[in-house]
Every structure is written in C-alpha cells, then in structure tokens.
C-alpha cells in the first residue's frame, strides 16, 4: 500500500515557485506522496487574482488532482463565483493550474448582471484574463433583472 496521507478538517495552500495560486478548506483530505495524486471532500477554493481579475471561488462536492501535474477534477454541483461577478453551477470543472484555465464539458447555468445563460455544452475560463468566459452552446439566454 503506497504511502498516504489522511487530514480531517484541512486548509491547504497551493504554490508555483514563490507564488500563491489558491488557498482550500476541505472537509476531509488524502494525499499519495510517492504519486502527487490527492482527493479533498467538501471543498471551498479560492483562485487568487492575477492581472486584475477578480478571486474566483470554486466549491464542490470532491476535487481529485494531482499536485506535481497542477491538474484536478472538481466534481458535484460544482459552483464557481468571481468576486463581485458572474457566477456558474455546473456537475464536473477541470482545473489547470499551469495555465490558469477552468474547463467543463458539461451543461453550465451563468447568472451575471441579472442575466441567466444556459450554456449546453460548457464553458472556458481563463483565470488569468479578466472578462476571458468562453461558452459551448447551444446557448439559451434570459436578460433582465432576475428574482
């Protein structure tokens, strides 16, 4: 059995070189040292800003990745939210640290600026670029102001 970490109740801070990339809390976390793999429940992480972008904050149900990739898979009514912006609801987000991208190939619902959108086939995100959302359609959009 290779060699693992468990961690109840954990922060954990996420690092390229001397730069903090995200900051997490998760309910319960495991760690596989000889792979880099890791799995976190109950997830709340925070993306730091870079080029003037907003925090973005992803929760979900379970992320699994692997830290030496900088690559995770968060999945279970995944939500993501810019600080003071849109936000989405989607099932399954693929993170990639190293190019500051979110990812999904699944339905994804945008509530922004008293829009909703509701986008079939997923969405881009590129982390680093403020207004940088790309979405997969079909697209079905309502404007005004929300309830």
Known sequence: MPPEIQLEGVGLKFFRGNELRAIARAQHATFLRNTG???AQSVRMRLLPASGRGEIEIVAREIQGNVRRQE???QGGVRLAETGGA???TEVARLFSHERRVT???PVDLVAGGSRI????GFSLDIS???ALALEGPIDTTIGVLP
Do not use: Y
């Open 129 to 131: 670029t403020p207004g």
């Open 37 to 39: 793999d890791g799995t």
């Open 104 to 106: 999904g190939d699944r």
């Open 87 to 89: 936000a989405g609801v």
């Open 118 to 121: 509701h986008a079939a086939a």
């Open 72 to 74: 995770a898979t968060a």
